[in-house]
């Protein structure tokens, strides 16, 4: 049977939506005003792809697209573009949770690594398809890079401080999951 209260996964649940405003808070205050300064990972999409797959009841759908509608009208990027990318990367490695709770951290990384790049080309592909103003590709590589340096100390985070491990097989619930 399932052993997660339904008490824990709504703390979860808002322990998730915390997180996001958190780190939307601090992408909001201007601590850098210097143009060209550092790139910052995209840690909203390595926080929301690291739960999806240690526990994919802790971000549920709509939970996801919130964050993600969010912090695309927040960071002034194009309404729901990025927000839908991110939740059919989220949901597709949400399916795959299951057979990515065996895989070795590297099989994880690689795979998270496919979906940080395949979002990020799709991107700008739609937004050159659309005539919208497309970013430079430099600081767009740098951060897919950072992204993806990020994840191993997102997963670390996720782990040690937080408390969001991947499922073992007497965890899971009626679905699988």
């Known amino acids: 049977m399932n052993s997660l209260a339904p008490s824990r996964v709504w703390m979860m649940r808002a322990a998730f939506t915390l997180l996001i405003l958190m780190i939307l808070f601090f992408h909001l205050l201007p601590l850098q005003t210097a143009p060209g300064g550092i790139i910052w990972p995209n840690l909203i999409l390595a926080f929301s792809l690291s ?4 526990r994919p009841q802790y971000v549920p759908t709509v939970l996801l697209a919130c964050m993600f509608f969010l912090a695309d009208f927040l960071l ?43 979002i990020s080309i799709s991107y700008r592909i739609i937004l050159a398809i659309l005539y919208v103003e497309v970013p430079p590709v430099g600081p767009a590589l740098l951060q897919i890079v950072a992204t993806v340096a990020a994840y191993p100390f997102v997963i670390v985070v996720t782990h040690a401080f937080m408390g969001v491990r991947k499922a073992k097989p007497n965890d899971t619930g009626t679905r699988g999951l």
């Open 51 to 54: 739960w999806s797959v240690r």
């Open 76 to 118: 002034q990027r194009p309404p729901g573009l990025w927000a839908m990318l991110a939740l059919v990367a989220c949901e597709h490695v949400k399916s795959q949770a299951r057979s990515l709770r065996d895989a070795s951290i590297t099989t994880e990384i690689a795979f998270i690594l496919a979906w940080i790049v395949g």
